[in-house]
């Protein structure tokens, strides 16, 4: 179920409006201050997830681009070129998903400093998070066509927090030979 920012914004300030009574007993006090810091939550990660779904779109044609243009540069051995998309593509999948994404292929160059500083430090910050081994490097993937379905095939399955899995999807499970569903009897 969908929940809006307006009711979880609601809903805190009914509980700081309880909170602010005079005479409650220490129990209700506790009950509504643990309840309080559960919506705060939940607020931050709604508000998280709209930003997020946002630049899902960009960020999706974005990491497209990057690694047909890795494909390429794979195949020209230029080496230079290879770790610059790599980077860009990694910067493209731990990008924090909480803030306003600021897009690496622009349809004009971006002019703010305020901006370009922003986006290397991010850049910075996920790069060595790479190298340090914090995160599994995101470029080492592959896109394959199957059946006219573009999908992404995970090389080595990447380590990803709750919020990044939103990016990835994980396979499904083999159906094992013990399930009885699976079980054909043709005697």
Same mark, same amino acid.
């Given at each position: 179920?969908?929940?809006? *920012?307006? !009711? *979880?914004?609601?809903?805190?300030?009914?509980?700081?409006?309880?909170?602010?009574?005079?005479?409650?007993?220490?129990?209700?006090?506790?009950?509504? =201050?643990?309840?309080?810091?559960?919506?705060?939550?939940?607020?931050?990660?709604?508000?998280? !997830?709209?930003? !997020?779904? &946002?630049?899902?779109? /960009?960020?999706?044609?974005?990491?497209?681009?990057?690694?047909?243009?890795?494909?390429?540069?794979?195949?020209? =051995?230029?080496?230079?070129?290879?770790?610059?998309?790599?980077?860009?593509?990694?910067?493209?999948?731990?990008? %924090?998903?909480? *803030?306003?994404?600021?897009?690496?292929? %622009?349809?004009?160059?971006?002019?703010?400093?305020?901006?370009?500083?922003?986006?290397?430090?991010?850049? @910075?910050?996920?790069?060595? &998070?790479?190298?340090?081994?914090? /995160? =599994?490097? @995101?470029?080492?993937?592959?896109?394959?066509?199957?059946?006219?379905? *573009?999908?992404?095939?995970?090389?080595?399955? %990447?380590?990803? !927090?709750?919020?990044?899995?939103?990016?990835?999807?994980?396979?499904?499970?083999?159906?094992?030979?013990?399930?009885?569903?699976?079980?054909?009897?043709?005697?």
């Amino acid at each position: 179920a969908v929940v809006s *920012t307006q !009711s *979880t914004g609601r809903d805190i300030r009914n509980v700081q409006r309880m909170l602010r009574m005079e005479g409650l007993p220490p129990t209700v006090v506790q009950e509504n =201050e643990r309840k309080l810091e559960m919506l705060k939550s939940k607020l931050t990660t709604t508000q998280a !997830s709209k930003v !997020s779904d &946002k630049y899902k779109m /960009v960020r999706f044609f974005e990491k497209r681009k990057l690694f047909r243009k890795l494909k390429s540069a794979l195949r020209d =051995e230029e080496e230079e070129d290879v770790q610059e998309i790599r980077d860009k593509i990694n910067y493209i999948v731990y990008f %924090p998903l909480g *803030t306003k994404y600021i897009s690496l292929l %622009p349809k004009e160059p971006y002019t703010d400093e305020k901006v370009i500083a922003r986006q290397s430090e991010i850049m @910075a910050a996920i790069k060595d &998070k790479v190298t340090s081994g914090e /995160v =599994e490097d @995101a470029s080492r993937t592959q896109w394959s066509k199957d059946r006219n379905v *573009t999908q992404l095939r995970s090389l080595q399955a %990447p380590n990803l !927090s709750l919020a990044e899995r939103r990016v990835h999807s994980q396979p499904a499970p083999e159906p094992t030979s013990s399930d009885d569903f699976f079980i054909i009897d043709r005697g």
